[in-house]
């Protein structure tokens, strides 16, 4: 029951920056964590970042130092900054929950770095 939609993807140039929304919707009580995943051509879906209720966060290898994940309760929506975009970040970029009752994905937005 809890309702997740991506904004933010586009098209930009390496070493650029973008930053990614997710906004939540419906049983937001039932919300443990949240996690942005991606999935590029020819490539299995991997965990980008994720934050926990407390407000933890851990992060890809491949991302850290360039990419943060942050939370505004206030607003129920996720963030990802992501800056000095490489070609090999592109992908389909999707915002999960984990909630008591299983994961809540995301319609997923486009994330395109030109080489």
């Known amino acids: 029951q809890v309702q997740l939609v991506e904004s933010g993807g586009g098209l930009v140039q390496p070493g650029g920056s973008l930053r990614l929304s997710c906004a939540a919707s419906?049983?937001?009580?039932?919300?443990?964590?949240m996690g942005w995943y991606r999935q590029a051509p020819g490539k299995e879906r991997e965990l980008v970042a994720g934050?926990?209720?407390?407000?933890?966060?851990n992060y890809a290898d491949s991302v850290k130092g360039r990419f943060t994940i942050s939370r505004d309760n206030a607003k129920n929506t996720v963030y990802l900054q992501m800056n000095s975009l490489k070609p090999e970040d592109t992908g389909v970029y999707y915002c999960?929950?984990?909630?008591?009752?299983?994961?809540?994905w995301g319609q997923g937005t486009q994330v395109t770095v030109s080489s």
């Open positions: 999960n929950a984990a909630t008591y009752s299983g994961p809540s």
């Open positions: 419906g049983s937001i009580f039932s919300i443990n964590g």
């Open positions: 934050i926990s209720s407390g407000g933890s966060t």
